[in-house]
Nanobody
Framework: QLQLVESGGGSVQPGGSLRLSCTSS??????????VGWFRRAPGKNRDLVAW????????GVADDVRGRFTMFKDNAKNTVYLDMNSLKSEDTGVYYC?????????????????WGQGTQVTVSS
């Protein structure tokens, strides 16, 4: 069974940075065969897609509210996906989830992958 494990969350002040990591446990994940995304569940809100990599063509995308601040990339040799978060704001606070699916969605805006990690907490506060 595919299991994803996130790490790197924590508490930072506004303007700070964090790097989140996501890797698989149990067996190595072929990242080129899966579309991968980072989702965020802010307090009292739905779980929204923050960044993604489309396995169909390798294209990447980020949500409008994190564009220019968040960067997603992967290291196939380490079977790990990363989310670099810079210039963090209080509204970035939430639980961040890594998720993958072998079948890329038609529209990432409504994507709900099959496999999810347990999440890692990010708190941005002064």
């Amino acid at each position: 069974q595919l299991q994803l494990v996130e790490s790197g969350g924590g508490s930072v002040q506004p303007g700070g940075s964090l790097r989140l990591s996501c890797t698989s446990s149990g067996w190595a994940l072929d990242l080129d065969s899966f579309s991968v995304g980072w989702f965020r569940r802010a307090p009292g809100k739905n779980r929204d897609l923050v960044a993604w990599i489309n396995s169909r063509d390798g294209t990447r995308g980020v949500a409008d509210d994190v564009r220019g601040r968040f960067t997603m990339f992967k290291d196939n040799a380490k079977n790990t996906v990363y989310l670099d978060m810079n210039s963090l704001k209080s509204e970035d606070t939430g639980v961040y989830y890594c998720a993958v699916d072998r079948i890329p969605p038609i529209r990432f805006a409504t994507w709900r992958p099959d496999h999810w990690g347990q999440g890692t907490q990010v708190t941005v506060s002064s």
